[in-house]
């Protein structure tokens, strides 16, 4: 039989060849695209990895930038900006991948150790409307909720947690002069140093103990009783933390 006959005596049906032709084309288109969305997900997936782990490092970078304060270089500072990290990131820089500057969002939350600490939203992403709904947040809460609820690439930092080591690290300094203050007492008549220039000679000059900020404690001796004394210290925000000491 001639081709010819053969395409005339279909009648304008589809042959079983044909419809198993499109059987398979359809199948195949649709195994197609969803092998394409599940490498878009993927993709989607790594990308905002890949972004809050650059958040992350910037996060890190500025409680370095942080922790390593010092008045004597006068490096102390409440400013928290992605200048400040810039300077202690090692794995990264500031900017997304498109070159722009990672973005930080900073707002007011809670008051503590007479100082006012900030949440900061730290964005390395470049989408723009993400940037933008961040940008918008009215307050700190807004932005430790958003960066919760959403599976972006964002980071909260909050300033409170380090100032908080801070101090704690300060007192437990604190604690350890005022062990040698009493290890001193005991070995001199149960009495402190008589003045602040006895105390840095015996004992400070020996520890050569200061808080987290480098600065040396203050030690004031009872003007009414050589066995009571007050040492302490003061932050750079000119708050004080002191333990009295006494052999009564």
């Known amino acids: 039989m001639r081709a010819q006959d053969i395409i005339t005596n279909q009648k304008g049906a589809f042959s079983p060849f ?18 394409a969305k599940q490498d878009m997900l993927k993709m989607e997936e790594q990308r905002i990895k890949t ?15 942080i922790l390593v304060e010092n008045v004597n270089d006068v490096s102390y500072s409440e400013v928290y900006d992605l200048g400040r990290a810039q300077g202690f990131l090692s794995r990264s820089t500031g900017r997304t991948r498109t070159g722009a500057d990672v973005q930080l969002t900073g707002q007011d939350s809670t008051t503590e150790f007479g100082r006012q600490n900030r949440r900061i939203a730290i964005t390395a ?10 940008s918008a947040l009215g307050d700190a809460d807004a932005l430790s909720s958003y960066s919760a609820q959403k599976d972006q690439s964002l980071e909260v930092f909050d300033t409170s947690k380090v100032r908080t080591r801070q101090i704690k690290q300060s007192e437990q300094i604190l604690n350890m002069e005022a062990s040698q203050l009493y290890r001193y007492a005991m070995e001199n008549n149960y009495t402190f140093p008589p003045d602040q220039a006895t105390y840095e000679a015996s004992i400070n000059n020996i520890t050569n ?22 040492i302490y210290f003061v932050t750079p925000w000119g708050v004080s933390r002191s333990i009295i000491v006494t052999m009564e």
Do not use: C
């Open 209 to 230: 103990f200061k808080d987290v900020w480098g600065a040396d404690f203050t030690y004031v001796p009872s003007s009414a009783n050589p066995t009571s004394a007050t």
């Open 125 to 134: 992403s470049d989408d723009t409307f993400l940037r933008d709904e961040v």
């Open 18 to 35: 044909m419809y198993g032709m499109l059987i398979g084309v359809a199948v195949f288109s649709t195994a197609v695209s969803h092998w």
């Open 51 to 65: 972004e809050k782990s650059h958040a992350q490092d910037i996060r890190n970078a500025l409680e370095s930038a």
